[in-house]
Antibody, heavy 119, light 110 residues
């Protein structure tokens, strides 16, 4: 069945760029029925949507993060990626990638990866 | 401060029924589909309900969703200790142009 796996550095320095990749296995990222999204969860807190991308490359972002976020897709590798620039300690969180239905529900999630912003 | 308001915690005894509310506005719940997620300790969220009241394959019918106006409700019957988790509602907010989540509700099965 479809699985998603996040990968990337677990530690990022303040002011630098956080980069994560989500690898999709057991299915194609090029499905016309889904978007692919990033969600994060600071320790002990709730969920925050970061942004989503369609296989064509069409994106939409959380306005609160839009100036710092770039999401891209590589259909040849069945991957999509997140870049978050100028990070601060407030960006410390577990970052999840997920498959998103057209009605906005996230139906399949990766296991999540903890990213700590610290010098 | 979340756009969607959930009670911080609810509790009930095994075998009983519990409901979790999610309150919003016309720009989110009132005019968009609601989804519900279960997050067991230390794990990723899991989709329980989508499009207000639909269950993904494999989700038992003990879990149900409903929506009325600008509020949504998750119902869980036949509570089990394994249902102890955080539960989140989510939807699209047309004014914010953003996917939004509630603050989460911790369910304790006494």
């Amino acid at each position: 069945q479809l699985q998603l796996q996040e990968s990337g550095p677990g530690l990022v320095k303040p002011s630098e760029t956080l980069s994560l990749t989500c690898t999709v296995s057991g299915g194609s990222i090029s499905s016309s029925s889904y978007y692919w999204g990033w969600i994060r969860q600071p320790p002990g807190k709730g969920l925050e949507w970061i942004g989503s991308i369609y296989y064509s490359g069409s994106t939409y972002y959380n306005p609160s993060l839009k100036s710092r976020v770039t999401i891209s897709v590589d259909t040849s590798k069945n991957q999509f990626s997140l870049k978050l620039s100028s990070v601060t300690a407030a960006d410390t969180a577990v970052y999840y990638c997920a498959r998103q239905q057209l009605g906005h529900a996230f139906d399949i999630w990766g296991q999540g990866t903890m990213v700590t912003v610290s010098s | 401060q979340s756009v969607l308001t959930q009670p911080p915690s609810v509790s009930a005894a095994p075998g009983q029924k519990v409901t979790i509310s999610c309150s919003g506005s016309s720009s989110n719940i009132g005019n968009n589909y609601v989804s519900w997620y279960q997050q067991l300790p230390g794990t990723a969220p899991k989709l329980l309900i989508y499009d207000n009241n639909k269950r993904p394959s494999g989700i038992p019918d003990r879990f149900s969703g409903s929506k009325s106006g600008t509020s949504a409700t998750l119902g869980i019957t036949g509570l089990q200790t394994g249902d102890e988790a955080d539960y989140y509602c989510g939807t699209w907010d047309s004014s914010l142009s953003a996917k939004v989540f509630g603050g989460g509700t911790k369910l304790t099965v006494l």
